[in-house]
């Protein structure tokens, strides 16, 4: 709820009873969980962030520039364009492959009573199954958020206008696609990415907007990293969950950097230290993490820590060590 309502604030400021479109009421946010940093606009007027979009940024300036540009989508009726684009498309090819059909049946009728293996090879190929796949597959548009480069541009330079208006830094927009792009490349995505299709076309847009000019990732502000510290290990939790360790220690480190690391930081620290690695240098670095998470939860006992502990000093075969970690579990848990 703190999350949306900070997204839902940041919008307010940039636009809020402003907009007006063909469609009916206002953009509001919807957080969803995911460690993938997601923004869009349904034609509804739903605005869809994700909690991995907040920690990927660093400063309010480079969310306002995301939301701007997925706003500018909205103001232009982007989607509904699209949408009815697709379906005036998926029409006519209904219409061909029907035709193709009548053809293809016409094809196989003559090689039946002649007998010559030209018609089949032609009825094969105007198949109304085949043609309708073929020309059908780009017509799935995800809501009409299959957006052209002209619709991206057309976003992009309303977005950069908005944010001077606003007293934004506009360079904003290229630091935080910037930014996206790099969780992509570092997790191996280069392809089927929700919102831009792939890391190329996102490279390509990233190249459109600075031209022959290298792109530039903005510092960090204080007041943004206070407000989405707890997002952030929720965050590495998440990504934790999923397997993503490397990702997981990276938001970590990210909190521990910024000097906004608390007991949970250090304790998601060391369980995705100790799921990738189990030597005695990463064993003790990881007893370090647990001990430092113990001593900022002495106010607020975190079960999870002493559990932990427990764990690895079993796995460092220290078991007196152990016992007394899951006697102090007991007793919390007590």
Known sequence: AYATSLAQGLLAKLCGDQVRTRQNGSLQIHLIQSP???????????????????CVLDSEEELAAIMASEAAHFLFDHQIKNIRRAEIRAKRVTFWANVFNS??????????????????GTSL?????????????PVINRFGLNYSDKQDDEADRLARELL?????????????????????????????ILRYNSLMDLNKRIEALTGKDK????????????????????????????????????????????????????????QADMALYNNEEANERCLAWLNKAKQLSVNRPNLSIEKQRALLFIRMDRTAHADEALNNYIDALT
């Open 36 to 54: 993938e940093p997601l923004a869009f606009t349904l034609p509804n007027g739903s605005f869809i962030l994700s909690t991995g979009l907040l």
């Open 103 to 120: 053809i293809s049946q016409s094809l196989t009728y003559n090689y039946y009573a002649t007998g010559d293996h030209r018609y089949l």
């Open 125 to 137: 190929i105007a198949d109304m199954g085949t043609i309708f796949s073929l020309v059908c597959a």
């Open 164 to 192: 001077a208006h606003k007293k934004y830094n506009p360079e904003a927009l290229v630091s935080a696609l910037q930014k996206i792009s790099d969780y992509y490349l570092r997790c191996g995505q280069e392809e089927e």
């Open 215 to 270: 792109p530039k990732r903005l510092p960090g502000t204080t007041r943004y990293e206070k407000q989405t510290y707890d997002i952030v290990n929720f965050n590495a939790a998440l990504n934790y969950s999923g397997g993503m360790y490397l990702e997981a220690i990276r938001l970590t480190e990210k909190n521990i950097a910024n000097n906004r690391a608390d007991s949970e930081t250090y304790l998601i620290r060391a």
